[in-house]
């Protein structure tokens, strides 16, 4: 869709002459009287005084510039932005679900911790972990909450050791958290097939590593060949092994990271299962565990008492309660909708859907980039753009923003980190291949025009309001205040 011009703020649309309301008129002094005066603000907030249509059809317009993947293929690497479908939303915005106040005693909520409890089942089984916890209220304080098990796990053993392990080709959340959590991080290469390094593994295994976080597949799209190996060192030297699950929707119902030798793992719900995606939030991050790390889960944990369901605030090494209550349950619900719709046969398929769609789509694209790995991929894969005399300067950016003009979003550029000019490419299960040959159309006309006319294809975008922006000044010298509020 052409951006053809900028939207105004409703700051920039104030007018005092505009304002005018359908709504009856209060002066607010019935309000001010149930308020203690040095609650009050004797200054009036500066608030935009705009019509109340225009507010409408100022936040109309926004939202037909958002980019979703209702409107258009979105194939973002490593955030798996597949279609939900709005019967999750629906279900779990059910009155007796929705309505349930967070306060409501244990025997007024049983229908939704009974519920909670059948998803934790469920997850257990899926992952191989021997109990899982909905607490987390997202993927990366699912990871907190990992880091800090392992860390309450070494301890209780009387071991202080300070330093985690993470592959070169991990996400960017995983030495963040570690390091969050009061760890050292300590970087493993990858070898010249994508995979974890043994030999630079067990150099670097000691008394001191906790950990080592290993996702698999891993973001080059890779299968860890060799994780009964890695499992079997990391172990034998003492540490944990945790598991980000960030990449289980490629192995959902095929293999469990508790048969692959995994201590501790957390789950994406939004990246596997249905649940939004995007934005901060809203989230949920369940984290699984075996045996020996269960004494170490968060409270509150959900107790199910010969079918009646109850709250445990008792657990003396818990590492304590990291959310309100006991999760999301808003997002959890909707995970297990879809979890209901599809069962465990129909997890695996869509699992199998997505490893066949990324390699479907890749077999088209190799003729126009080639990939970093030349193997078998998973859900995912990636290319790259390195090869100056096939490519001259036309880069992985500017691949992006050729993208965006023709109506797609652009797929993750620059990532992972050892991989130069890196394109990562997810088309997840829910696309046809109706839509992946028209990507895949796409993408030669492209080529074929930073062929023909390099300067062109160099300077797009060409359809958005603002041109090419300097990335690095914008993360560097964000202008985050509106002027007229300064």
């Known amino acids: 869709m052409p951006l053809d011009a900028f939207e105004p703020t409703l700051f920039e649309l104030s007018s005092e002459n505009e304002g005018r309301s359908w709504l009856p008129q209060d002066d607010g002094a019935e309000l001010d009287a149930l308020l203690p005066t040095q609650c009050l603000n004797a200054d009036m907030p500066s608030l935009p005084i705009v019509a109340e249509l225009d507010v409408v059809r100022h936040f109309t317009k926004l939202s037909r510039r958002n980019f979703c993947i209702e409107s258009g293929f979105y194939p973002l690497g490593s955030c798996t932005m597949k279609y939900n ?120 295994l000691n008394d001191n590593v906790a950990a080592l976080m290993l996702t698999n597949p891993n973001t080059l799209g890779l299968f860890e060949k060799d994780i009964l190996e890695i499992a079997k060192v990391v172990h034998d030297a003492g540490a944990l092994l945790y598991y980000d699950g960030a990449n289980l929707n490629a192995i959902a119902g095929v293999a469990r990271p508790g048969d692959m030798g995994f201590d501790v793992v957390h789950i994406n719900l939004h990246k596997t299962f249905s649940t939004p995606h995007g934005g901060g939030g809203p989230g949920a991050g369940p984290v699984g565990v075996k ?31 990291l959310s309100t209550f006991f999760g999301n349950t808003g997002i959890v619900l909707r995970a297990y909708v879809y979890m209901r719709m599809h069962g465990a046969g129909g997890i695996r398929q869509n699992s199998v859907h997505a490893v066949l769609n990324a ?52 797929p993750t550029v ?73």
Do not use: W
């Open 85 to 204: 479908p709005k019967i999750c939303d629906s279900l779990a915005s059910l009155p007796g679900f929705a309505n349930l106040h967070p306060q409501a005693d244990a025997d007024m909520a049983q229908g939704t911790l009974g519920l909670m409890d059948d998803i934790s089942d469920f997850l257990e089984q899926l992952s191989g972990m021997d109990k899982v916890t909905t607490n987390p209220c997202a993927g990366a304080h699912g990871e907190f909450c990992g880091m800090l098990l392992v860390r309450a796990y070494h301890r209780d053993q009387g071991s202080d050791r300070d330093t985690v392990l993470v592959p070169d080709s991990a996400h960017g959340t995983n030495p963040a958290t570690a390091a969050m959590v009061g760890y050292k991080t300590l970087e493993v290469k990858s070898n010249a097939e994508g995979c974890v390094d043994l030999d630079d593994l067990k150099s670097k």
């Open 291 to 321: 045996s020996h790390l269960v004494p170490y889960l968060p409270i509150p944990l959900i107790e199910n008492n010969g079918g009646k369901y109850a709250l445990n605030y008792e657990s003396k090494k818990s590492i304590g309660q």
């Open 359 to 410: 390699r479907y789509l890749k077999y088209k694209l190799k003729d126009l980039i080639p990939a970093e790995i030349d193997a078998d991929n998973m859900h995912e894969f990636v290319l790259t753009l390195k090869d100056k005399k096939r490519f001259g300067d036309f880069n992985a950016m500017a691949f992006a923003k050729n993208l965006i003009d023709r109506g797609y979003h652009a």
């Open 414 to 486: 620059y990532f992972p980190l050892i991989v130069k000019e890196a394109l990562m490419i997810e088309p997840t299960e829910t696309e046809s291949k109706r839509t992946l040959d028209e990507f895949a159309a796409v993408v030669a006309d492209i080529m074929a025009e930073a062929k023909a006319d390099p300067e062109k294809a160099l300077h797009a975008p060409y359809t958005t309001p603002v041109r090419k922006l300097d990335e690095v000044t914008a993360a560097r010298q964000p202008v985050l205040t509106q002027p007229c509020l300064e």
